[in-house]
């Protein structure tokens, strides 16, 4: 079992940055890929990026890529989404997940655990 906690949201001019956190319980984190979604008014849940458990991999939707960034801190047991650049269409809720699968999905279905969300309302 799983407790994600996310924090770091809020308002923010386009163009400013925002630091996402996501801090887990459980005394496996590394074994764990960690993953970022938003969800925009009526718009369904998107996937942004995922780290695996070691760190090595990261992808990115290419709506983010070049101005996100995903890390991770194993001895901390927690994850992190540096947002720069951003853009008013990156105002959603944005949630962290977690999965202990052999698989990386990009798909939010086959994540088992969730966060409960931080608002992100980015000002044009």
């Known amino acids: 079992q799983v407790q994600l906690v996310e924090s770091g949201g809020g308002l923010v001019q386009a163009g400013g940055s925002l630091k996402l956190s996501c801090a887990a319980s459980?005394?496996?984190?590394?074994?764990?890929?960690m993953a970022w979604f938003r969800q925009a008014p009526g718009k369904e849940r998107e996937f942004v990026a995922f780290i695996s458990g070691s760190g090595g991999r990261t992808n990115y939707a290419n709506s983010v890529k070049g101005r996100f960034a995903i890390s991770r801190d194993n001895a901390k047991n927690t994850a992190s989404l540096q947002m720069n650049s951003l853009k008013s269409e990156d105002t959603a809720i944005y949630y962290c997940?977690?999965?202990?699968?052999?698989?990386?999905?990009?798909?939010?279905?086959?994540?088992?655990?969730w966060g409960q969300g931080t608002q992100v309302t980015v000002s044009s």
């Open positions: 459980g005394r496996t984190f590394s074994a764990y890929t």
């Open positions: 997940a977690a999965d202990a699968g052999t698989v990386i999905w990009t798909i939010s279905s086959k994540y088992k655990y």
